[in-house]
């Protein structure tokens, strides 16, 4: 069932923090597309991008930049004071995803080895490890029901992410509740900045544990990097391990769970990866276009009036990318087999989950790594795996910025 409600009272199209049907509201909006006014929660206006060219075009127009400074609405004070969204929208200068041009880029070449393909690989025997830990944890109630969001989609995730920096484990399930709650939409007035404050201040201790006992670890490659003088300052590495951290873990999270789900009710498709016909690679590829961790992400704010998507988008005007909209681009990844179709042997179009131009997330070569190690090793412990429930019966928590489900009940040996 599609949400009841689906334009506001001057028929501008409605984004719905949890949607009845969140593939139907994706169609829905790449149906407005390729670029159109939107209303998010809280009455706030933007516009988005929901086809696949015009999304990447402006992923790399410099016209568009993502400082709030240029958000007319923001500085006009127009935006709900309190607005729960503020969450998902950096504004701090030394947060890199806030940044264009030689800043963004001196940030990026400062964090590019600790987060590179190569440095990430190294982390394999890590992450075999801890995945082979948390099946052999599910052993016992292999028989019973349970959710493997919490009890393995989640805790691998943290588990990787906490030993790379140093995280205790009796903190992994506050940490992932704070970005959970940071990126679901759905908090509170004022409750993001608490939120915030709270990562800031946890991982600001991190660094400062870190730089006084250094070890083998992402944040002491953070401390050490460097580049003719010039170096991370720690308020730096703070919100880069910040922002980083939830690319590695909630983007994860996200990216295991649907790829569960999406070959639990193909199996069809699923059938292919256990005959050896198609790579892990080839399915988490066609997961991260058909079910994205992220649905969408805010904002780049135009610095001029720009014409784009048969549109003129003012000075001023904050515009969003709607990455579930962009999967549904039949110019992308054309009609045969249709986009709303998972099809793991599709080889027409690339998608853009992971972001596209300078701001392509960071966290991706980990999230992929990940993916391609823990989905073969939890179905092969468990190849009869099966939900607990229909699918349809399955709850989104948000699909807002993160497109997440709110528990994942599954029987592993029915």
Known sequence: MSCPVQHSADGVPLIHAVPDDVQADR????????????????????????????????????????????????????????????????????????????PHRRLRQLTASPFSARRVERLRPDIERITAAALDAL?????????????????????????????????????GEMYSKLFSGN??????????????????????????????????????????????????????????????????????????????????????VEQGKVTWEAVIEEVLRYDPPNNLIMFRFATEDVEIGGETIRAGDAVLTHYGATSRDRAEFGQDPHPEVFDVTRTQGRHISFGYGPHICPGAPLSRLEARIVLPMLFERFPDLRLAVPDEELRVESALSVNSLADFPVVLRP
Do not use: C
Not at 35 to 40: C, G
Not at 155 to 172: D, F, T
Not at 192 to 221: N, S
């Open 139 to 175: 052993e016992p109630r292999a028989g019973e029901r349970l959710d493997l969001k919490s009890e393995f989609t989640f805790k691998v995730p943290m588990s990787v992410i906490g030993e790379l920096y140093g995280v205790a484990e009796s903190e992994y399930s506050q940490l």
């Open 187 to 272: 908090m509170a007035d004022g409750e993001h900045l608490q939120i915030y404050g709270a990562l800031f201040q946890f991982f600001g201790e991190m660094v400062a544990r870190k730089r006084a006992e250094p070890g083998d670890d992402f944040t002491t490659d953070l401390l050490n990097a460097g580049e003719d003088g010039d170096a991370l300052s720690d308020a730096e590495i703070t919100i880069t391990l910040l922002s980083v951290v939830a690319a590695g873990h909630e983007t994860t999270v996200n990216l295991l769970t649907n790829a569960v789900r999406a070959l639990l009710a193909h199996p069809d498709q699923f059938a292919l």
């Open 27 to 102: 169609e829905r909006l790449y149906q407005a597309g390729p670029v159109t006014r939107v209303e998010l929660p809280g009455g706030v206006r933007a516009w988005a991008t929901t086809h696949h060219e015009v999304s990447r075009a402006l992923l790399t127009d410099t016209r568009f930049v993502k400082s709030v400074e240029h958000w007319a609405d923001y500085q006009g004070g127009r935006v709900p004071e309190g607005w729960p969204l503020l969450g998902t929208i950096p504004t701090d200068s030394t947060n890199m995803l806030a940044l264009d041009g030689a």
